[in-house]
């Protein structure tokens, strides 16, 4: 199972960017899909769950500002991230808890410039 993320760039603040982490392979159960994210010389912090039921979940950072979401169908989950700052730069990182193993993906840069 690998999850390939990808959307990452450079943005100005105030921008927008979207976020996709689509995993290939067989994922058996499927139940939370989280992103995180790690700044330079920080340690790495959970921006955003969905539930198996749909429900959401932020971290206080970025509430009203980002919007998680899935494709079942497509094992990808998405991060919208609106009213970007440049506190939100860090490589994010998308990460499945399935019935069989937790799995993550290997990390794309958002740079926000102000």
Request: proline content about 3%.
């Amino acid at each position: 199972v690998q999850l390939q993320a990808s959307g990452g760039g450079l943005v100005q603040a105030g921008g927008s960017l979207r976020l996709s982490c689509a995993a290939s392979g067989s994922i058996i159960g499927i139940k939370v899909m989280r992103w995180y994210r790690q700044a330079p010389g920080k340690e790495r912090e959970w921006v955003a769950a969905i539930l198996p039921n749909g429900s959401t979940d932020y971290a206080d950072s970025v509430k009203g500002r980002f919007t998680i979401s899935r494709d079942r169908a497509k094992k990808t989950v998405y991060l919208q991230m609106n009213s970007l700052e440049p506190r939100d730069t860090a490589v994010y990182y998308c990460n499945i808890d399935a019935v069989y193993g937790t799995y993550w993906g290997q990390g794309t840069q958002v740079t926000v410039s102000s």
